[in-house]
């Protein structure tokens, strides 16, 4: 069936430190591929998302590229800032049944000063 | 742009009762809102998909006299969960896809900022 596998959390580091999430993908046919991000108490914000393979999406920093060889997406930040801290989610849609978003465990992360 | 609100934030109340969730969008209308539900430190777990002036689609799983939607307008879908008992404590969190977009995979969901339940 179609999933997502992230790496498990809590992610710890200092400020200005680099990120990376990882992210795999098993899908039947050609997946979008998003990153969201969930502040506490909050919903979810759409923080970057790529369609097609090698196509790399960016946004406040945050960069993922969709690599269908090694069905991935990683989540990278070359410096982060306590402000970051908070779960991020990778995700995909498929064509057809109203394009459902199919959601990774999510990842953790904490940023210290 | 994209807005989605979400009524109420937060809602507390005792068992046996009804309560209902507005997902609104605020800035664009949308065809297909979606549902979730999210607990303590884990992932969304999609409830249901609801149309504008269609049944919503319920997931296997999720009981329908329990968790009903009424997606009546382009810009509000209503969940209620009916008969509300301790094990419905949870974030719930709407979700809409805009009009107009279709159904191309790379269109985005817009979330709301989710609504925590608490049966007492």
């Known amino acids: 069936g179609n999933s997502v596998t992230q790496m498990e959390g809590p992610v710890t580091l200092s400020e200005e430190a680099f990120l990376t999430i990882n992210c795999t993908y098993t899908?039947?046919?050609?997946?979008?591929l998003f990153w969201y991000v969930q502040y506490p108490g909050e919903g979810l914000q759409l923080l970057l998302k790529?369609?097609?393979?090698?196509d790399k999406g960016s946004n406040k920093g945050f960069e993922a590229t969709y690599r269908k060889e090694t069905t991935s997406f990683h989540l990278e930040k070359g410096s982060v800032q306590v402000s970051d801290s908070a779960v991020y989610f990778c995700?995909?849609?498929?064509?057809?049944?109203?394009?459902?978003?199919?959601f990774g465990a999510g990842t953790r992360l904490a940023v210290h000063p | 742009g994209a807005v989605v609100s979400q009524h109420p934030s937060w809602v507390i109340c005792k068992s046996g009762t009804s309560v209902k969730i507005e997902c609104r969008s605020l800035?664009?209308?949308?065809?297909?809102m979606f549902w979730y539900r999210q607990f303590p430190k884990q992932s969304l777990m999609l409830m249901a998909t609801?149309?504008?002036?269609?049944?919503?689609?319920?997931e296997q799983g999720v009981e329908k006299d329990k968790f009903l939607i009424n997606h009546a307008s382009l810009t509000l879908s209503t969940l209620t969960v009916t008969s509300a008992h301790p094990e419905d404590s949870s974030f719930y969190i709407c979700?809409?896809?805009?009009?107009?977009?279709?159904?191309?995979?790379?269109?985005?969901?817009?979330f709301g900022d989710g609504t925590r339940l608490s049966i007492l």
């Open positions: 979700s809409a896809r805009q009009r107009g977009t279709g159904y191309g995979i790379g269109q985005p969901q817009h």
């Open positions: 899908a039947t046919g050609y997946p979008s």
């Open positions: 790529a369609t097609k393979a090698d």
């Open positions: 995700a995909l849609t498929l064509s057809g049944g109203y394009n459902k978003l199919i």
């Open positions: 800035d664009f209308q949308a065809t297909t």
């Open positions: 609801s149309n504008e002036g269609s049944k919503a689609t319920y």
